[in-house]
T-cell receptor, first 114, second 107 residues
Framework: EAGVTQFPSHSVIEKGQTVTLRCDPI?????LYWYRRVMGKEIKFLLH????????ESGMPNNRFLAERTGGTYSTLKVQPAELEDSGVYFC????????????FGPGTRLTVT | DAKTTQPNSMESNEEEPVHLPCNHS???????IHWYRQLPSQGPEYVIH???SNVNNRMASLAIAEDRKSSTLILHRATLRDAAVYYCSTSYGKLTFGQGTILTVHP
């Protein structure tokens, strides 16, 4: 089966611009997670979808970040407007279920805000 | 989510066993113990997980302390491809990544 894919692999934007990251989970996986690693720090959880519903968005840093998963398939994470501290690697993961299920990670999107 | 503590780095020789420890003294009763690893320029990769009993799979073994406050990931014969950052996480659902352990494998 195809793995989790993320697009783009790398994005360079200027401060104040908007960027949209996309994640395509493994087919049939209802659970979708977003994580990010900024400036060499630890990987941090952002939010969790179950199908199209946000199950947990406690990790979203502020209202400049908007995540959607229309139709419960792919997900987008929009950053508007981008700030310098948003630079980092954004990972998406999907799983069959919640809790103890294995999460399959995508390769990540490297976001650079200049 | 419970906090985990891992050594910053460990080294091993190829084909030797490696024991990677993790302390998670504040683990709650419903939390699973997950291990993931990350190779350079890749997303984290699942290794193994468990709740109370020791677990084995094709990649590794997981030894869980009786009080569940610590666990050890065991790679039975390290290969060069096992060189990575290894993370343990105690959670139900979303994962929490600490600094992890950088494993270096020498030929």
């Amino acid at each position: 089966e195809a793995g989790v894919t993320q697009f783009p692999s790398h994005s360079v934007i200027e401060k104040g611009q908007t960027v949209t990251l996309r994640c395509d989970p493994i087919s049939g996986h209802d659970n979708l997670y977003w994580y990010r690693r900024v400036m060499g720090k630890e990987i941090k959880f952002l939010l969790h979808f179950v199908k199209e519903s946000k199950q947990d968005e406690s990790g979203m840093p502020n209202n400049r970040f908007l995540a959607e998963r229309t139709g419960g398939t792919y997900s987008t994470l929009k950053v508007q407007p981008a700030e310098l501290e948003d630079s980092g690697v954004y990972f998406c993961a999907s799983s069959r279920g919640t809790g103890h299920y294995e999460q399959y990670f995508g390769p990540g999107t490297r976001l650079t805000v200049t | 989510d419970a906090k985990t503590t891992q050594p910053n780095s460990m080294e091993s020789n190829e084909e030797e066993p490696v024991h990677l420890p993790c302390n998670h003294s504040t683990i709650s009763g419903t939390d699973y113990i997950h291990w993931y690893r990350q190779l350079p320029s890749q997303g984290p990769e699942y290794v193994i997980h468990g709740l109370t009993s020791n677990v084995n799979n094709r990649m590794a073994s997981l030894a869980i302390a009786e009080d569940r406050k610590s666990s050890t990931l065991i790679l039975h014969r390290a290969t060069l491809r096992d060189a990575a950052v290894y993370y343990c996480s105690t959670s139900y659902g979303k994962l929490t990544f600490g600094q992890g352990t950088i494993l270096t494998v020498h030929p």
